[in-house]
């Protein structure tokens, strides 16, 4: 009897989560069972400069100058910067601009790839990272090029150096990838199970840390078990399973949902002694640093209901879409891609875009999908929808309104517009299909300009 008791409390068993939140389709049945697998390099590889927070790398090659794969190519010109590396060995055949999914073109080193090469990485020296200190860690994290591969794109070793007066005592390590379609950091997690776990060890020393929790949506649940068999019980890391609900992959969601503590508006995870780094991040570190490697590639989820062989893939940086989409084969006319997941993701608006290393997935939509077909804007109803669905309780009816009325300033000022982090539930949810997310994005912007305009006319 008491067996049966426990039989009944596990299957009603509500696994950790935060308040509100949505629950899109998953679409992720389509690639989460196709193992990671390599394509061949395009015949041209565009390698943006601006690929993360803070300021561009600046180029140390010339046009005419031959590389070798893993080649340093672009130096990291602050500490809020990370440099690039040749994806592969070629030849530089410009330095310009290129395009972005942002829309604005940005300056990009183009790599001609020579495929009769070996490809073989070329650059770096065996070192051991468990004899590294925080300092050095740090360091070689940033000369790896490494930055957030979960979309944030922001660099790793900043992370690991918190500000004064700041402690991290715990380290998460995100494994929810609550965005539809996407798979790759599950592959990972399967795939690279030691690389991830090193990655894990050496951010641990890095930051001092007493511990690490690896949290996973419930709807992955064979990497939680997978994870579990694989970690030594002497290592101070745990995973646990967290409910699959969107954005539970968000750090303050994610932080909230495994630690019951909630980051200070405006504020940073370090201020709560969270340091928040993605899996895929930590198995690059782990595979890395270990080789004094950079960051030359990354998995990406290739997906969608245009792309006709799904998949993911281990893609070098710099790899244009136009060819990535080509080499999966596509079912008829294409009617958006985006980078990225829906929810979050950018959509292109010309496939020469390459993939940064920001790019966790390329999904291909058909043009009589619903998520592309235009669709009538009506009246704000008050249902109160958006409300219920905000993870973090804003107003977004309230900013909506504002927005159109073009009251950007009150809407930081007084409805908190700068905590919102564009997940899209308001806008997923709105009967009236108001697109509220956008409205935020370009209000956002317009108060960032009037903010350096008026800090350049006191100055």
Same mark, same amino acid.
């Given at each position: 009897?008491?067996?049966?008791?426990?039989?009944?409390?596990?299957?009603?068993?509500?696994?950790?989560?935060?308040?509100?939140?949505?629950?899109?389709?998953?679409?992720?049945?389509?690639?989460?069972?196709?193992?990671?697998?390599?394509?061949?390099?395009?015949?041209?590889?565009?390698?943006?400069?601006?690929?993360?927070?803070?300021?561009?790398?600046?180029?140390?090659?010339?046009?005419?100058?031959? $590389?070798?794969?893993?080649?340093?190519? =672009? +130096? @990291?010109?602050?500490?809020?910067?990370? &440099?690039?590396?040749? !994806?592969? /060995?070629?030849?530089?055949?410009?330095?310009?601009?290129?395009?972005?999914?942002?829309?604005?073109?940005?300056?990009?080193?183009?790599?001609?790839?020579?495929?009769?090469?070996?490809?073989?990485?070329?650059?770096?020296?065996?070192?051991?990272?468990?004899?590294?200190?925080?300092?050095?860690?740090?360091?070689?994290?940033?000369?790896?090029?490494?930055?957030?591969?979960?979309?944030?794109?922001?660099?790793?070793?900043?992370?690991?150096?918190?500000?004064?007066?700041?402690?991290?005592?715990?380290?998460?390590?995100?494994?929810?990838?609550?965005?539809?379609?996407?798979?790759?950091?599950?592959?990972?997690?399967?795939?690279?199970?030691?690389?991830?776990?090193?990655?894990?060890?050496?951010?641990?020393?890095?930051?001092?840390?007493?511990?690490?929790?690896?949290? $996973?949506?419930?709807?992955?649940?064979? =990497? +939680? @078990?997978?994870?579990?068999?694989?970690? &030594?019980?002497?290592? !101070?890391? /745990?995973?646990?399973?967290?409910?699959?609900?969107?954005?539970?992959?968000?750090?303050?969601?994610?932080?909230?949902?495994?630690?019951?503590?909630?980051?200070?508006?405006?504020?940073?995870?370090?201020?709560?002694?969270?340091?928040?780094?993605?899996?895929?991040?930590?198995?690059?570190?782990?595979?890395?640093?270990?080789?004094?490697?950079?960051?030359?590639?990354?998995?990406?989820?290739?997906?969608?209901?245009?792309?006709?062989?799904?998949?993911?893939?281990?893609?070098?940086?710099?790899?244009?879409?136009?060819?990535?989409?080509?080499?999966?084969?596509?079912?008829?006319?294409?009617?958006?891609?985006?980078?990225?997941?829906?929810?979050?993701?950018?959509?292109?608006?010309?496939?020469?875009?390459?993939?940064?290393?920001?790019?966790?997935?390329?999904?291909?939509?058909?043009?009589?999908?619903?998520?592309?077909?235009?669709?009538?804007?009506?009246?704000?109803?008050?249902?109160?929808?958006?409300?219920?669905?905000?993870?973090?309780?804003?107003?977004?009816?309230?900013?909506?309104?504002?927005?159109?009325?073009?009251?950007?300033?009150?809407?930081?000022?007084?409805?908190?517009?700068?905590?919102?982090?564009?997940?899209?539930?308001?806008?997923?949810?709105?009967?009236?299909?108001?697109?509220?997310?956008?409205?935020?994005?370009?209000?956002?912007?317009?108060?960032?300009?009037?903010?350096?305009?008026?800090?350049?006319?006191?100055?």
């Amino acid at each position: 009897m008491k067996r049966l008791n426990s039989s009944f409390q596990s299957l009603f068993q509500r696994h950790k989560t935060f308040d509100h939140g949505i629950y899109p389709v998953e679409h992720k049945e389509l690639t989460a069972h196709k193992p990671i697998r390599r394509l061949p390099f395009a015949d041209e590889l565009v390698i943006p400069l601006q690929q993360h927070k803070g300021r561009p790398a600046v180029p140390i090659v010339k046009v005419g100058q031959e $590389v070798v794969r893993g080649e340093p190519i =672009a +130096v @990291a010109d602050h500490f809020v910067s990370v &440099p690039m590396h040749a !994806p592969a /060995t070629g030849v530089i055949r410009a330095i310009g601009l290129a395009p972005t999914a942002e829309g604005p073109k940005t300056q990009a080193i183009y790599l001609k790839v020579y495929h009769a090469a070996s490809q073989e990485v070329l650059y770096g020296e065996h070192r051991e990272p468990e004899q590294m200190d925080a300092k050095e860690i740090i360091q070689a994290v940033q000369d790896a090029g490494l930055v957030g591969l979960g979309g944030g794109a922001f660099p790793s070793h900043v992370k690991m150096h918190p500000p004064a007066g700041r402690v991290i005592q715990t380290l998460v390590v995100n494994g929810c990838e609550c965005e539809p379609y996407l798979t790759c950091d599950h592959r990972i997690m399967l795939e690279q199970t030691d690389l991830l776990l090193r990655g894990i060890m050496i951010a641990l020393r890095a930051t001092r840390a007493e511990r690490a929790i690896i949290g $996973v949506e419930d709807n992955k649940l064979d =990497a +939680v @078990a997978h994870l579990r068999a694989r970690i &030594p019980k002497d290592l !101070p890391i /745990t995973v646990e399973a967290v409910q699959t609900k969107y954005p539970q992959g968000a750090e303050k969601m994610l932080i909230k949902a495994l630690l019951d503590l909630e980051v200070p508006p405006g504020g940073l995870t370090a201020d709560v002694g969270v340091a928040v780094f993605n899996v895929g991040t930590l198995a690059q570190m782990g595979d890395l640093l270990p080789k004094s490697h950079g960051l030359i590639e990354r998995v990406v989820t290739v997906s969608g209901p245009a792309v006709a062989n799904p998949g993911n893939f281990m893609v070098p940086i710099g790899t244009p879409i136009s060819f990535l989409l080509n080499q999966v084969g596509l079912n008829g006319p294409v009617g958006q891609v985006i980078l990225g997941g829906p929810m979050m993701g950018m959509a292109v608006s010309s496939l020469d875009v390459p993939v940064t290393k920001s790019v966790s997935g390329v999904v291909a939509l058909q043009p009589e999908a619903p998520d592309v077909a235009r669709r009538q804007v009506y009246p704000c109803i008050k249902c109160g929808e958006c409300l219920n669905a905000c993870p973090i309780s804003l107003n977004p009816s309230m900013l909506g309104e504002l927005a159109a009325a073009r009251e950007y300033g009150t809407m930081a000022e007084e409805y908190h517009l700068d905590q919102c982090f564009e997940c899209g539930c308001c806008s997923y949810v709105c009967p009236s299909n108001i697109p509220l997310t956008q409205y935020f994005r370009i209000a956002k912007s317009i108060n960032r300009d009037a903010q350096k305009h008026h800090e350049q006319k006191q100055h």
